[in-house]
């Protein structure tokens, strides 16, 4: 069964960080582009971040650029996304998610996600 | 910034066909997918690269991206098919992904 669990999540103060895993299984996930995807509570999808397979290409959100860095280890099948300066408008759920086209499918649709992790940010 | 217009909500009586529009500045020279999304799940991909229909999907669910609007097409709705349902594309000139605001699909 193709599957992506994240971990990572949780309560933390303005301005502090917190580092969110994804690992996936039952695909060959090397070959495949990952992204990060957020849902504010009660609001709908936003792209935070992606990497490419080889992670050649990299790109996020302006709402986040210069604050959350992504990166991966393909030896592990996992994904991660580093975020720091955290703010409130950072809550939400976050998925990390596949692109469905192997290797040059860095900006194509997205076909599996798993079933996310919560991030709040608040004093 | 690229933007992605959807109306916040749809209504349609079950067995009628509910269309889901998806608005941006020349569309159609883009490539659109949608996705579902039920309360309390993750997102499901319903329709990829304008009008593919991944494994698993009823061929109830149809998209079309011939220009502004890309539309995604339900037939013969179910109760079922109630959910939020997002347009997303690649936007080129920012080099960022894109989901339009989400539309409400309520089955009457």
């Known amino acids: 069964e193709v599957q992506l669990v994240e971990s990572g999540g949780g309560l933390v103060q303005p301005g502090g960080s917190l580092r969110l895993s994804c690992v996936a299984s039952?695909?060959?996930?090397?070959?495949?582009?990952i992204h990060w995807v957020r849902q504010a509570p009660g609001k709908g999808l936003e792209w935070v971040s992606g990497?490419?397979?080889?992670?050649?290409?990299?790109g996020f959100a302006d709402s986040v650029k210069g604050r959350f860095t992504i990166s991966r280890d393909n030896t592990r099948n996992s994904l991660y996304l580093q975020m720091t300066d955290l703010r409130p408008e950072d809550t939400a759920l976050y998925y990390c998610?596949?692109?469905?086209?192997?290797?040059?499918?860095?900006?194509?649709?997205?076909?599996?996600w798993g079933q996310g992790t919560m991030v709040s940010v608040a004093s | 910034s690229y933007v992605l217009t959807q109306p916040p909500s749809v209504s349609v009586a079950p067995g009628k066909t509910a269309t889901i529009t998806c608005g941006g500045n020349n569309i159609g020279s883009k490539t659109v997918h949608w996705s579902q999304q039920k309360p309390g799940q993750a997102p499901v991909l319903v329709i990829s690269?304008?009008?593919d229909r991944p494994t698993g999907i009823p061929d109830r669910f149809s998209g079309s991206n011939s220009g502004n609007p890309a539309t995604l097409t339900i037939t013969r709705v179910e109760a079922g098919d109630e959910a939020d349902y997002y347009c997303q594309v690649w936007d080129s000139s920012s080099r960022q992904m894109l989901f339009g605001g989400g539309t409400r699909l309520t089955v009457l």
């Open positions: 998610v596949k692109s469905a086209v192997a290797g040059s499918g860095y900006n194509d649709a997205f076909d599996v």
């Open positions: 990497l490419s397979w080889n992670s050649d290409i990299i």
């Open positions: 690269h304008d009008s």
């Open positions: 039952g695909f060959s996930f090397d070959v495949y582009a």
